[in-house]
């Protein structure tokens, strides 16, 4: 018994029709419903008793090819919610080479590691850390998060085990900061959220106050997490100011940039993250602004000895040979928790060499550029009120019912999503109920934002 075709050439023709039917889908992919709900019919037929026997290879077509045009949407140049990168088709090509090689990049010594650590060689070229980084091609920020400041606490754990540890961050920093204190056993509690500035920033007079107050206590501060691209409004925090506060109470500099960091590709707001170069450590996501597929973070960690010394330790059955398949100078699983992992770097790689950075940046660039366009578009609007800075990459604004406006822009944007014209995000901002409005996709024109500002007056005209 094999899990092979029976019918090898019956089968070619079903995968290469299967690439087709996913090269139509991304080809037009500017057209048609940003989002649409799955029907309760699909949902019904997908809800079925576990399957004993098997379907054929045209069957199983059959039902992915129901089943594609209720993806979230994000591949449309008019998706603006929350932060997905758009992907590109040039990573199918890494996604069939890699299940093809079905390789678990934990460890041994095949192509796998290899690529892996030129990836992260060159984030860390683009990023101004220095040449001896370490670090992984992970799930996504929330993973590298955790990966990086398990370090930190290792560290000063290793130095005063009886420390009574607590980290610091701004208001606005993302919620995968907390859950990695408590996955850690840091705690929730243990994580201090300094209050920010007019601009969104962590405030850093309010930090070095709660570091002081905290060691009068009898705290112990180990870690200072910063923000490139907070996802409410994509404020920038001062890495720099940051990065002055860790070196004087030598703290442990970590920043979260999970879409932000591409921002050190831009001409024009490059400036305000170089930096990223004093970081410690610095989790970000490359199938965010980078167009990367899903799924692709990374965690970069400057001191390679405390990085490997905080999760080598392999047992008898994993030891290291110098020559065979056991060999190899990089095991991801001696710098992260992962064992098993996919060839995620593969994609990355790919990506990369196909596109070249220069093409990245161009996009980034863009997206900025038309977050400012559309909040000139909001400016000149009277109806309209802008909410937040326009920083980077993201808007926040509102149609201005002056009262009870909370529901009805809460409404515009369910009706954006559900008429398959747009597909914007919903915050809040200072108790407002906002429009949010993220721009990480290279096919978005601003003819798009004019199209969603046509729509949100003309659906907010209907709600007065």
């Known amino acids: 018994m094999t899990l092979d075709p029976k019918n090898w050439p019956a089968f070619r023709k079903t995968a290469h029709a299967m690439l087709d039917a996913s090269l139509d889908k991304l080809e037009g992919a500017r057209e048609g419903r940003v989002w649409t709900p799955v029907p309760k019919s699909l949902k019904a037929e997908i809800n079925t008793p576990l399957p ?174 910063g923000t490139v691209g907070a996802v409410n409004v994509g404020a920038i925090d001062d890495l720099d100011g940051l990065a002055d506060i860790c070196e004087k109470e030598e703290l442990w500099f970590h920043v979260d940039g999970a879409f932000g960091a591409a921002a050190i590709l831009s001409p024009s707001v490059g400036h305000r993250v170089k930096a990223l170069s004093r970081v410690d450590s610095l989790a970000f996501d490359f199938h965010k602004w980078w167009q990367v597929n899903y799924e692709a973070g990374c965690v970069l960690i400057r001191d390679p000895y405390l990085h490997r010394s905080s999760y080598a330790n392999r047992p008898e059955y994993l030891r290291h ?40 940046a161009e996009v980034v660039e863009r997206n900025i550029s038309q977050a400012q366009y559309l909040k000139r578009r909001v400016e000149a609007e009277d109806k309209l009120e802008l909410l937040a800075p326009v920083a980077l990459n993201i808007c926040c604004f509102r149609y201005d019912f002056r009262y009870e406006s909370n529901a009805k822009n809460a409404r515009i944007v369910v009706d954006l999503q559900e008429s398959g014209l747009a597909a914007p995000s919903s915050t809040i901002i200072d108790d407002v109920t906002a429009i949010r409005v993220n721009l990480t996709n290279h096919r978005t024109q601003e003819s798009d934002l004019d199209i969603l500002v046509d729509a949100v007056l003309e659906m907010g005209k209907e709600l007065e």
């Open 52 to 225: 004993q026997g098997g379907i054929s290879e045209d069957q199983m077509m059959a039902e992915l090819e129901a089943i594609m045009p209720y993806n979230p949407g994000n591949i449309h140049p008019r998706f603006f919610g929350w932060v997905n990168g758009a992907g590109a088709p040039s990573n199918i090509l890494a996604e069939m080479a890699g299940a093809a090689m079905n390789a678990n990049c934990g460890g041994r010594n095949h192509v796998g590691p290899v690529i892996e650590q030129q990836v992260i060689r060159w984030a860390a070229q683009i990023m101004g850390m220095p040449s001896e980084t370490t670090g992984l091609i992970s799930s996504g920020t929330s993973m590298a998060t955790v990966t990086a400041l398990k370090v930190a606490r290792d560290k000063f754990q290793r130095e005063n085990p009886e420390a009574k540890l607590v980290g610091y961050t701004g208001a606005q920093t993302h919620s995968c900061v907390r859950r990695a204190f408590d996955l850690l056993g840091i705690g929730k509690d243990a994580l201090r959220l300094v209050q920010c500035n007019d601009d969104f920033e962590i405030n850093l007079s309010a930090l070095q106050d709660a570091i002081d107050k905290d060691r009068a206590e009898g705290f112990t501060p180990f870690s200072v997490i």
């Open 321 to 360: 040979d110098e020559d065979g398949l056991a060999g190899g100078d990089f095991w991801a699983v001696d710098y992260g928790p992962e064992l098993s992992r996919s060839f995620r770097a593969l994609k990355v790689w790919t990506h990369l060499k196909t596109h070249g950075i220069d093409a990245i």
